[in-house]
Nanobody, 115 residues
């Protein structure tokens, strides 16, 4: 079983930055898609950003221009650089790596943005 280990969450003031990381416990067969989701209290989980094996990316409209997703295939790791953070970005952030044959989720990391 593959584990995804997330790190980089925390508390920051509005306008600040955080960088989330998600590392897989072993190499994963490609092609795959790496994704970041978030879930705020009382809300549904939503897709924040995704990156394909050919580095094609897409973003939730509300984070475009502020968040950047990237991946390091050699290290089986994905990242989410979050700049200009807003209180509405507060949520538990989850990473996900999926393909046609597997689908793994991280345990979640809390991001709290205070005004």
């Amino acid at each position: 079983q593959v584990q995804l280990v997330e790190s980089g969450g925390g508390s920051v003031q509005s306008g600040g930055s955080l960088r989330l990381s998600c590392a897989a416990s072993r190499s994963l067969y490609r092609p795959n898609t790496m994704e970041w989701y978030r879930q705020a209290p009382g809300k549904q989980r939503e897709l924040v950003a995704a990156i394909s094996s050919v580095d094609s990316t897409n973003y939730l409209d509300s984070v475009k221009g502020r968040f950047t997703i990237s991946r390091d295939n050699a290290k089986n790791t994905m990242f989410l650089q979050m700049n200009s953070l807003k209180p509405e970005d507060t949520a538990v952030y989850y990473c996900r790596i999926r393909s046609t044959t597997y689908d793994y989720w991280g345990q979640g990391t809390q991001v709290t943005v205070s005004s």
